[in-house]
């Protein structure tokens, strides 16, 4: 299973980005997918995440209301809209898989969102 995640970048407080996570070797509908991020310092935090068969969705409350979290199973990628960012969102965003154990055992190589005036 790998995951590639993007849609990274420097942004505005206020402003938004998308990040996609492009999933191979495993389908979506067969592993829940979860948005991580680290910033300097601090430890990994949980962002959201969808489940596999029904979609089930979940916040964190730092970024409830202002992140939705969608997916195209079509083109097996999950998305993480990300509005109104403020400078404490900055961090370097993982996209992660689930395997058959129930953990996040396949992780994405990471994108850098930077939200700075």
């Known amino acids: 299973v790998q995951l590639q995640a993007s849609g990274g970048g420097l942004v505005l407080p206020g402003g938004s980005l998308r990040l996609s996570c492009v999933v191979s070797?495993?389908?979506?509908?067969?592993?829940?997918i979860g948005w991580f991020r680290e910033a300097p310092g601090k430890e990994r935090e949980a962002v959201s995440c969808?489940?596999?068969?029904?979609?089930?969705?979940k916040y964190a409350p730092s970024v409830k209301g202002r992140f939705s979290i969608s997916r195209d199973d079509a083109k097996n990628t999950v998305h993480l809209q990300m509005n109104n960012l403020k400078p404490e969102d900055t961090a370097v965003y993982y996209c992660?898989?689930?395997?058959?154990?129930?953990?996040?055992?396949?992780w994405g190589q990471g994108t850098q969102v930077t939200v700075s005036s």
């Open positions: 070797g495993a389908t979506l509908k067969d592993n829940g």
């Open positions: 992660a898989a689930r395997s058959t154990t129930g953990s996040y055992d396949y």
């Open positions: 969808i489940s596999n068969e029904y979609g089930s969705i």
